[in-house]
């Protein structure tokens, strides 16, 4: 019960379809399993409702809120949504990220370029500027955002590496404004993770069998395998609970010491796009 009598929203808290469970979800569970009274926000309803279903058929809370984050209306009733479920927002949890049409940057189209910095970092910050004030109200809060490795090493795609840098300096920025109030603000970088968007997405996408793709990944990994959601969720779980209290403005790796080897070959992700 690490995050007993706590208020968590999960944003991003459905999944792609496919084999497995997705980083949302799991933060999701976890939450909810360790005590929390759980909003779950996601767009795909169908998929949101099975995250609901999911916590509640294991004995947990949860209500759910549909939102495109796109839309600073929606992420404005996100977080009224909570207040009126829940009476307040102890932890905010940013899970949606996107790569959808990236390129090198001579061939990027600038809609890819749009579409992915709106998705990955502006509605990141628009989910945030909706709950601070909650949180500054309360004097205390935690906030964990979803980077990825990808922002700190070598990376082929432009879109979603800038877009995942600046969700690390988003980050830093509401750490540094919001400790006045007791409001921390950590990230997680994962790295390559065994996810329904992550395998499924790539297999169709790169036209690579789902067993190859998945040899491939995981011999990326100095560790010798990809990680879980579950290990995503877990670190989560730690920085939004009062065990990293003393913790704030942290960007955490998740990714089997993947980027450990910055600069060097064995760090590359391009023979994943290949």
């Not at 279903?53 to 404005?76: F, M, N, R, Y």
């Not at 990230?187 to 790539?202: C, D, F, Q, R, Y």
Request: glycine letters at 12%; one cysteine or more; hydrophobic letters at 40%.
């Amino acid at each position: 019960m690490r995050l007993k009598d706590k208020v968590a929203i999960v944003v991003g808290a459905g999944q792609t379809p496919g084999e497995g469970l997705g980083n949302g979800r799991a933060t999701a569970l976890l939450f909810a399993k360790e005590g929390a009274r759980v909003l779950a926000v996601d767009r795909d309803t169908r998929s949101l409702e099975e995250t609901r279903e999911q916590i509640e058929g294991a004995g947990g809370v949860c209500t759910t809120q549909h939102a495109d984050i796109l839309k600073e209306g929606d992420c404005e009733e996100i977080a009224r949504a909570c207040v009126r479920a829940f009476g307040r927002i102890d932890i905010l949890h940013n899970n949606v990220g996107i790569g959808t049409h990236d390129s090198s940057i001579v061939k990027l189209d600038t809609s890819a370029w749009d579409n992915i910095m709106d998705t990955n970092l502006k509605g990141m910050a628009l989910t945030c500027k909706h709950v601070l004030p909650v949180m500054r109200r309360q004097r205390g809060g935690a906030i964990v955002n979803v980077s990825s490795i990808a922002a700190i090493v070598s990376y082929p795609l432009i879109a979603y590496k800038v877009s995942k840098a600046g969700v690390n300096a988003l980050t830093q920025l509401i750490a540094s404004s919001g400790a006045k109030y007791g409001i921390r603000a950590n990230a997680i970088m994962p790295g390559l993770i065994n996810t329904p968007m992550a395998i499924e997405g790539h297999s169709t996408a790169l036209n690579v069998p789902r067993d190859e793709l998945i040899r491939r990944r995981d011999a990326q990994v100095p560790l010798g395998k990809m990680g879980t959601a579950w290990d995503v969720a877990y670190a989560a779980l730690f920085l939004a609970s009062d065990e990293a209290g003393f913790i704030t403005g942290v960007i955490i790796p998740v990714d089997g010491g993947q980027s450990g080897q910055v600069g060097g070959s064995e760090s590359s992700f391009g023979g994943l796009f290949r």
